[in-house]
């Protein structure tokens, strides 16, 4: 194979090229593969990190002698509140513990906007004309299924190394009150891996906005997922809203959906206490409280925040090795050729891989007919819709190190395939 930039070969190269890449798709096929780097969930070694759950909680009282097997306390178990308080940098009284999925509680978040309005709009957003959300790019497909279920409008921004590019957000919310909101995964985005700065938290805080209720949907999926030694901490969204004067902008979500088990865990909203006390409003009519049990056996679990740094310890060791091969694979069958740019994440579920425009979405159908399952290409933007078709999402903590090198080879044939074909098609219509 050839490490020059592929656009620099000769005719009869490209032609070589693209009779071996056939070859070795030819290959691929009648292996039979089944393989599945769609989506970000923990494998079956990661979960078994957390099996002492199941013989928890020990106790059926919380520290205060209630009883967890009841009713009521709507804001979750304080103890279990404090442990994550502190690793999200909240204040306790600011945190609500949930149920099982913080996407659950975006969507609340969403659907009380629309019927109730917020602590701060003027009506019900479903009151407006029409409701727009400015949308990062790529980013996590299930917020923008939401948004458009909801009815609501996306414009999409840019993600820069640094979060999302902060002058194309302002221009969107300064002048058109119809924007009432962005997207926003902080730390190790999906799928970008980029982690929003300090400085970017700040004037996505503090930026002038026509709407009076502009929310910042702060999805911390990832806030404590690193893969590296060094933990990149994510910006103080509560603090800085509060001090910029927007104590209301930011509604803070996190949970231990990759922590503890993706179907069992627990999710954690925080904001102003007048927003806590909204949301918790709004709950109030549909819940008499949450799983308490789970709460309990979640603090005993961990003991402490620190019982959770180690956990997230154990994680890495499982999947640093996935996210290595991923690199170590694309760099040796795609480097140097100037088809393809990845990252290589410090922490979070995915990887990003862009290359030649045009051919993502002939990737994804090439990879299917062996036997990969890849991401539709195009799930990263709103609708579905990559305008340059170049965008791939990978999603190696799932299947076992073995699967993900072979997955990573299929990927790269297939890319190396389409690319040439491309290529070679646009020489004959020159
Ligand atoms: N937000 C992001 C950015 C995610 O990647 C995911 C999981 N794929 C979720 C939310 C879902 O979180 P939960 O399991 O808490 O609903």
Same mark, same amino acid.
């Given at each position: 194979h050839t490490h020059a930039p592929l656009a620099d070969l000769t005719d009869e190269a490209l032609a070589g090229l693209l009779a071996d890449q056939r070859a070795a798709?030819?290959?691929? /096929? @009648?292996?039979?593969? =089944?393989? $599945?780097?769609?989506? *970000?969930?923990?494998?079956? /070694?990661?979960?078994d990190l957390s099996d002492a759950l199941l013989t928890l909680p020990t106790s059926t009282r919380d520290r205060s002698g209630t009883d967890v097997r009841n009713y009521g306390g709507l804001q979750g178990l304080p103890e279990l509140r404090e442990i994550f308080a502190e690793l999200l940098g909240v204040d306790?009284? %600011?945190? #609500?513990?949930? +149920?099982?999925?913080?996407?659950?509680?975006?969507? $609340?978040?969403?659907?009380?906007?629309?019927?109730?309005?917020?602590? $701060?709009?003027?009506?019900?957003?479903?009151d407006e004309e029409r409701v727009t959300f400015v949308c990062p790019v790529p980013g996590y497909d299930r917020h923008f299924a939401l948004l458009e279920e909801l009815g609501i409008d996306m414009v999409t921004v840019p993600m820069t190394e640094h979060g999302p590019d @902060? $002058?194309? @957000?302002?221009?969107?919310? &300064?002048?058109?009150?119809?924007?009432?909101?962005?997207?926003?995964?902080?730390?190790?985005? +999906?799928?970008?891996?980029? !982690?929003?700065? %300090?400085?970017?938290? &700040?004037e996505l805080t503090a930026m002038v906005t026509a709407a009076p209720d502009f929310k910042i949907f702060w999805d911390n999926a990832y806030a404590l997922h690193h893969l590296a030694e060094t933990q990149t901490k994510t910006a103080d969204v509560l603090s800085l809203a509060s001090a910029a004067g927007n104590p209301h902008r930011a509604i803070l979500f996190a949970s231990t959906s990759k922590i503890t088990y993706a179907g069992a865990g627990v999710a954690f909203l925080a904001s102003s206490q007048e927003q806590v006390a909204w949301y918790l409003a709004h709950l109030g009519k549909g819940s008499i409280g949450p799983d308490k049990v789970n709460h309990l056996r979640h603090a005993e679990f961990f003991g402490d925040a620190d019982g959770v740094r180690a956990h997230m310890r154990a994680h890495a060791e499982i999947i640093a090795p996935k996210f290595a091969a991923v690199?170590?694979?694309?760099?040796?069958?795609? *480097?140097?050729?100037? #088809? &393809? !740019?990845?990252?290589?994440?410090?922490?979070?579920?995915?990887?990003?891989?862009? #290359?030649?425009?045009?051919? &993502? =979405?002939?990737?994804?159908?090439?990879?299917?007919e062996v036997g990969l399952a890849l991401t539709p290409a195009g799930a990263s933007f709103p609708y579905g819709e990559d305008p340059r078709d170049e965008n791939i999402r990978l999603a190696p903590t799932m299947p076992p190190l073995e699967e993900v090198r072979e997955a990573m080879d299929v990927v790269a044939t297939c890319v190396l395939l389409a690319t040439a074909e491309k290529l070679t098609e646009e020489r004959a219509t020159r």
């Open positions: 798709y030819e290959e691929v /096929a @009648v292996r039979g593969l =089944s393989l $599945d780097v769609t989506r *970000g969930k923990p494998s079956t /070694a990661q979960l306790l009284a %600011q945190l #609500i513990a949930g +149920n099982n999925s913080s996407l659950t509680m975006m969507r $609340d978040c969403l659907v009380d906007l629309l019927l109730f309005g917020g602590v $701060d709009s003027p009506r019900p957003w479903k @902060v $002058d194309a @957000v302002r221009a969107l919310v &300064a002048d058109d009150p119809s924007v009432k909101g962005m997207w926003l995964v902080p730390t190790y985005a +999906n799928p970008t891996g980029r !982690t929003t700065s %300090q400085e970017v938290a &700040a690199d170590e694979v694309l760099s040796r069958r795609l *480097g140097g050729q100037e #088809i &393809a !740019t990845w990252n290589t994440p410090e922490g979070g579920y995915f990887v990003n891989l862009d #290359i030649v425009p045009g051919t &993502a =979405s002939r990737v994804v159908a090439l990879a299917k």
